[in-house]
């Protein structure tokens, strides 16, 4: 248990610090509360180029074109887990590095790897492993919920086709009904046979010639 005089030169000591001073100490300093940041909800850490994260993203936009809010968000969260793969594999060549020399390079990669080692030991590396095979399935889960999406979506589009014509060749034929033509030349004809001379008045007059 700390002393009187002990907290009191703890105090003392605290005003007199200032804390980082240098640009590069400031930015080190606000990721000492960062272990790794592979779970945050923000897929680009403060260290990390927003612009880069929003090119790769309007890539897989380009190349998949999402129609939807559905597809977009499943885009999104495939850029997403490529970004977060790419830190991990980052972060784990800094951590082998750090094994194998014993001192960590200055950079924000090599801090979290760091910190990861200082808080796990040498099994935080299968703990990196574990969190890449997590990022990998999540890149494909949502890139194939995508594409089969798509897929399942196009069946059931040509199911709806081929059931309309089936439907079409199916109906029954409607009954046949006189013409519009037909009906208007109805009149001519009745005109015309009560004009026309019928075969045995013909006959008769023939007969009358030849006696």
């Known amino acids: 248990m700390a002393t ?8 003392q000591n605290a005003q007199c610090s200032t ?5 590069e100490g400031k930015a080190a300093a606000s990721r000492n509360a960062t272990t790794h940041g592979l779970h945050a909800a923000d897929p680009v850490l ?23 809010i559905h597809e977009d968000f499943l885009v999104r969260q495939v850029a997403e887990a490529q ?21 960590p390079r200055r950079n ?43 897929r399942d979506a196009e069946r059931e589009a ?13 109906a029954p034929m409607p009954k046949a009904t006189p013409s519009t033509r037909t009906r208007q030349n109805e009149p001519n004809r009745a005109a015309a046979a009560q004009t026309r001379p019928s075969v045995h008045t013909r006959n008769e007059g ?6």
Not at 4 to 11: D, G
Not at 19 to 23: A, D, L, N, S
Not at 87 to 100: G, H, T, W, Y
Request: aromatic share 6%; net charge negative; with cysteine.
């Open 4 to 11: 009187v005089a002990q907290i009191a030169a703890n105090q």
């Open 19 to 23: 804390g980082p001073q240098t640009p």
């Open 46 to 68: 403060a260290h990390e180029s927003q612009d880069e994260f929003d090119a790769l993203h309007d890539l897989y936009r380009e190349e998949l074109a999402p129609e939807g």
């Open 83 to 103: 970004w977060r793969l790419a830190r991990i594999q980052r972060i784990e060549a800094e951590f082998v590095d750090l094994l194998a020399s014993g001192q």
């Open 108 to 150: 924000p990669n090599a801090v979290i790897a760091a910190s990861m080692l200082e808080k796990g030991g040498p099994e935080a590396l299968l703990r990196i492993h574990r969190l890449a095979a997590s990022a990998e399935r999540a890149y494909h889960r949502n890139y194939n919920a995508l594409i089969c999406g798509r």
């Open 158 to 170: 040509a199911s709806r086709r081929e059931a309309a014509v089936v439907a079409h060749v199916m």
């Open 206 to 211: 023939s007969l009358a010639l030849r006696l």
